[in-house]
């Protein structure tokens, strides 16, 4: 089990987009639509932010956003706030009752 | 309000047991999947364990498979994690946290506040 594969670090200016990539093998996110995102900032519990690829929890903005091609899933985050700084963490089933998480990518506002 | 409360925690030495449990509220317990992830200390999110609401399906990452065994008390609305053999690398902080379906497909929709466990002698 080798986890998704993340940039370690990401940035943008506020208001600007930024994606997030996290690449996993033919055996998870590409073949599973179980791919969801976490945002966790310092001390706090992660938060999901995107499930099933695309779909937003209930009090999610808008402005965060899922999309998969192939064996990459990616996480775009538009018109950035200064709150958005945080870390990210991308998860996918992996069959036989498995998850794997990715390493997680640290979002700065700058 | 969905709640998740872990307990147990705390400092124990290798090779020793230990079980978290985890008490929740605020929502139908038995009828959601049910997990536990870990996170040592300035690491990123590891998952660790997932019981499905009837507990037929059960998974554990190969760092704890034959170590830890998950398992879920509909009546107590309750999750525990009993870990045996513990090693100084499973120091993290564990989260338990609900699915959004039975099944555990993986979209964790509700996190506890986490527990410590310091595995040292």
């Known amino acids: 089990q080798s986890a998704l594969t993340q940039p370690p670090s990401a940035s943008g200016s506020p208001g600007q987009s930024v994606t997030i990539s996290c690449t996993g093998t033919?055996?998870?996110?590409?073949?599973?639509?179980?791919v969801s995102w976490y945002q966790q900032h310092p001390g706090n519990a992660p938060k999901l932010m995107i499930y099933?690829?695309?779909k937003r929890p209930s009090g999610v903005p808008d402005r965060f956003s899922g999309s998969k091609s192939g064996n990459t899933a990616s996480l775009t985050v538009s018109g950035l706030q200064a709150e958005d700084e945080a870390d990210y963490y991308c998860?996918?089933?992996?069959?036989?009752?498995?998850?794997?998480f990715g390493g997680g990518t640290k979002l700065t506002v700058l | 309000e969905v709640q998740l409360v872990e307990s147990g925690g705390g400092l124990v030495q290798p090779g020793r047991s230990l079980r978290l449990s985890c008490a929740a509220s605020?929502?139908?317990?038995?009828?959601?999947?049910m997990h536990w992830v870990r996170q040592a200390p300035g690491k990123g999110l590891e998952w660790v364990s997932s019981?499905?609401?009837?507990?037929?399906?059960?998974g554990y990452a190969d760092s704890v498979e034959g170590r830890f065994t998950i398992s879920r008390d509909n009546v107590q609305n309750s999750l525990y994690l009993q870990m045996n053999s513990l090693r100084p690398e499973d120091t993290a902080l564990y989260y338990c946290?609900?699915?959004?379906?039975?099944?555990?497909?993986?979209?964790?929709?509700?996190w506890g506040q986490g527990i410590l466990v310091v595995v040292s002698s």
């Open positions: 946290a609900k699915d959004s379906g039975g099944y555990g497909s993986g979209s964790l929709d509700c």
């Open positions: 605020g929502f139908n317990f038995d009828v959601f999947a």
């Open positions: 019981l499905s609401w009837n507990t037929n399906s059960v």
């Open positions: 033919s055996g998870d996110v590409g073949l599973y639509n179980h």
């Open positions: 099933e690829v695309i």
């Open positions: 998860s996918s089933y992996a069959g036989t009752n498995k998850l794997i």
